[in-house]
């Protein structure tokens, strides 16, 4: 995996053809890149998000993120009421309460997490928590 500027990449290396091939993850847009080493690779990443953004900069329009920081979770009824029940006990929001938490279990040893960090302080939107 590679990221530049928001842009998440997932790489193979292709045998037959000797080189390493990446493809930018998570977009309805395509965006590709080949190297024939290692040390092209990061280059070639780089090339062509920097392209894909100077086209749609020509075109007129925004282009497209891998990520909109929103999605949707079901959940059981009786989990959804002790989510809520333990935001409210850590005076969070249910969002901040969310965040936290999968901040936490996807960190890395020595991450500094500073969305975790943000969303420790007390709550922002009471109406959020429903």
């Given at each position: 995996m590679m990221e530049y500027m928001g842009y998440i990449a997932n790489v193979v290396y292709d045998e037959s053809r000797g080189a390493i091939h990446g493809t930018a993850i998570s977009l309805r847009d395509v965006i590709t890149f080949e190297a024939e080493s290692v040390g092209e690779l990061?280059?070639?990443f780089h090339d062509s998000v920097d392209d894909?953004?100077?086209?749609?900069a020509e075109l007129g329009r925004e282009p497209e993120r891998s990520f909109s920081g929103k999605f949707n979770v079901r959940v059981p009824p009786d989990?959804?009421?002790?989510?809520?029940y333990?935001?409210?006990l850590d005076n969070m929001t249910m969002n901040s309460w969310f965040v936290r938490t999968l901040a936490s279990s996807v960190a890395k040893p020595?991450?500094?997490n500073e969305l975790?960090?943000?969303?420790e302080s007390p709550r922002r939107q009471a109406s959020s928590c429903a």
């Open positions: 990061e280059q070639a894909y953004l100077e086209f749609s989990l959804h009421r002790r989510i809520v333990r935001a409210e020595g991450d500094t975790a960090d943000w969303f």
